[in-house]
């Protein structure tokens, strides 16, 4: 037994027959608790289990939180087992003594009395405008799912809105539907097979300021006729300058003295959820200002050189020594096993940690440099194969 069992359930029980995807709209914890998938149940019967060592008097907060927003219910729920698998007891939203108003996500204790507090967080490097804009991509999305084209597949190459309003999804399926219907069907397969893409129908729909530009890809002659498969067959793609250090960053920076002097090692763990990815470099430009930090130890005195402006480090030198370290990952349900999943140690905390989550893979300032140590995976950690859930999706 790991921790306290609580009798609720995160996912409904009923017979389950939904087989597709999910909407573009739709919030991952509706999906994952309608889908008749063996992935999605998978995914349910662990989550499920993991609720049931959450503690009853938390377990409807964090339900909550899972139908507001998946990821970040997920997250604490993940970081809760963690805690669990490592030996830890672990009290929810704590009540501190130096700061009546606010409680950490978790405090944990060893056997031993070693004391962590671990703080949650997740960021998506996405701003309010890019949010607007991805809700009016969404509902487009699923107004031309909604379409019937049993013989075609449409790849959505570009899409201008400098109006930022939502287009009209009944005057884009009629436009679709027209110019589709005028095609002839083996002439556009014989120009897919010879791989003329540039010949392939193009279609450019025109609404006031926004033009959407389709390019027509046929489906195979086995799947002529059906009605089982997606309309859309491609997104437009998307570009970025620069990393996802700034918003790693600032999401530590906001978290660091949150809570005051905790008087023991505090580690603020952040999923990283953007759009474009995270990597060990946008890591260690969060924490250090570049990727290959340069230290200087002049005595007891450690400072990087050049012109820092990170979490651990400003203008004006070292900050928020209150972080222990930071645990940062890019995990979701689906590659949970296999998710690197990295903590990083504070050189100048004020409580270094030295507890149980060091089995981690874990990176560390040694002689002056960063040095990477190897460590548990979450596969291993949570006895998950590295194949599992299974393939949500297997045409």
């Not at 969404?138 to 019937?148: F, G, H, W």
């Not at 926004?210 to 009605?227: A, D, H, K, L, Q």
């Not at 893979?361 to 548990?376: A, E, M, T, Y």
Request: net charge neutral; charged share 25%.
């Amino acid at each position: 037994m790991l921790g306290h069992m609580s009798n609720d359930k995160l996912f409904q029980d009923f017979a389950r027959q939904h087989q597709g995807y999910a909407d573009h709209r739709e919030d991952t914890f509706s999906f994952l608790n309608r889908s008749a998938r063996p992935a999605s149940d998978r995914v349910r019967n662990t989550l499920d289990e993991w609720f049931s060592r959450y503690p009853g008097d938390h377990s409807s907060e964090l339900t909550k939180k899972f139908s507001s927003d998946f990821s970040v219910g997920f997250f604490e729920l993940l970081l809760h087992e963690l805690l669990l698998r490592f030996k830890y007891s672990v009290d929810v939203h704590p009540s501190l003594e130096t700061n009546q108003r606010r409680h950490p996500d978790f405090r944990g204790k060893t056997a031993s009395g070693n004391v962590l507090f671990l703080e949650a967080a997740v960021v998506t490097d996405e701003s309010g405008d890019e949010k607007a804009r991805n809700k009016v991509l969404s509902v487009l999305y699923d107004q031309i799912t909604q379409m019937n084209l049993p013989d075609y597949y449409l790849a959505i190459d570009r899409i201008d809105n400098p109006t930022g309003r939502q287009p009209s999804g009944k005057k884009i399926g009629h436009f679709i539907s027209e110019r589709v219907n005028d095609l002839d069907y083996e002439t556009v397969l014989v120009l897919s097979q010879l791989g003329a893409t540039r010949d392939l129908p193009r279609l450019i729909y025109r609404e006031d300021k926004i033009e959407i530009e389709f390019n027509i890809i046929p489906v195979s002659r086995e799947m002529r006729g059906r009605t089982d498969h997606r309309p859309i067959g491609a997104y437009p793609g998307g570009s970025r300058w620069g990393g996802s250090d700034p918003a790693i960053r600032d999401k530590i920076r906001g978290k660091a003295s949150r809570y005051g002097q905790l008087g023991a090692a505090y580690i603020i763990a952040v999923n990283c959820l953007g759009r474009f990815g995270t990597n060990t470099r946008d890591h260690i430009r969060a924490l250090f200002g570049d990727e290959e930090p340069l230290f200087v130890r002049s005595g007891a005195d450690l400072t990087l050189r050049g012109k820092v402006n990170a979490a651990w480090y400003g203008p004006n030198g070292v900050q928020n020594k209150r972080v222990s370290a930071v645990l940062l990952t890019r995990v979701f349900p689906w590659n949970l096993p296999i998710a690197e999943i990295n903590l990083f140690h504070n050189p100048w905390a004020d409580f270094p940690y030295e507890g149980p989550l060091t089995q981690l893979h874990r990176v560390l300032l040694s002689d002056n440099k960063l040095i990477s140590l190897p460590g548990k995976s979450l596969g291993s950690i949570f006895s998950l194969e590295n194949s599992w859930p299974g393939q949500l999706f297997e045409n």
